[in-house]
Structure formats: C-alpha cells, structure tokens
C-alpha cells in the first residue's frame, strides 16, 4: 500500500531534477556565451560582428533557446545583455526567461 503513494512522488521527484538541470545548462550555456561574445567584442571592437559570432555559438537544444543578445560598446567598455528561453519539460504552460548582462574593458 505504501507504493501507491510512493510511486507519484518518486516520479515528480525525478521530473523536478530534469527540470533543474536543463535549466541549469540554459544558464551556464548563455552565461559562457556571454562571457566569450564580450571578449570576442573586446578583441575586434565590431558590435554587430560579435553579436553574430554570439548568436551562432549559443548551443540551443529543443528546451532553450537564446531569444536576443545585445552587445554595445561605450565608455571604453563591453556590455553584452542576452535573453534566454527556458521551456518547461513535462507541461504546456509558458516558459520563463533567464536574463544576464556581462561587462568587460575593452582591449587596445
């Protein structure tokens, strides 16, 4: 009799975990995304370019996706803002969104 209880919140333990890990790998993907697009930027100082080069090296897999990366150069410094999606594995409902900004100095 135990097993009937224990079963579904076996199962919604596991579906917890592979939730928390796809969205963990949206966020060190967009994160180490970031991370190379502002030294990319830093390096050729071409906005467009690098937001480019970010873009088409964000890994995205059929749970997230990057939604938009912003990268600018002012002030002598890199800022790179990037949106990513996270869809929700075992549920319709609308996904959320992880958000990040990077700065960096620009390299002469």
Known sequence: MEFVTLIPL?????????QFFVAGM??????VTLRD???YAAEI???????RWGL??????GYYDMESLKVEI???EVIATA????EWLFTSAAPF?????VKTPVID
């Open 37 to 39: 697009t502002v030294r």
């Open 97 to 101: 969104h992880y958000r990040s900004k």
């Open 45 to 51: 100082g071409d906005e467009k370019k690098a937001k």
């Open 56 to 61: 088409n090296r964000f890994d995205a897999s």
């Open 10 to 18: 076996l199962l919604i333990m596991i579906l917890f975990i592979a």
């Open 26 to 31: 949206a966020v060190v993907e967009t994160e």
């Open 74 to 76: 002012k002030d002598e």
């Open 83 to 86: 949106r990513t999606r996270i």
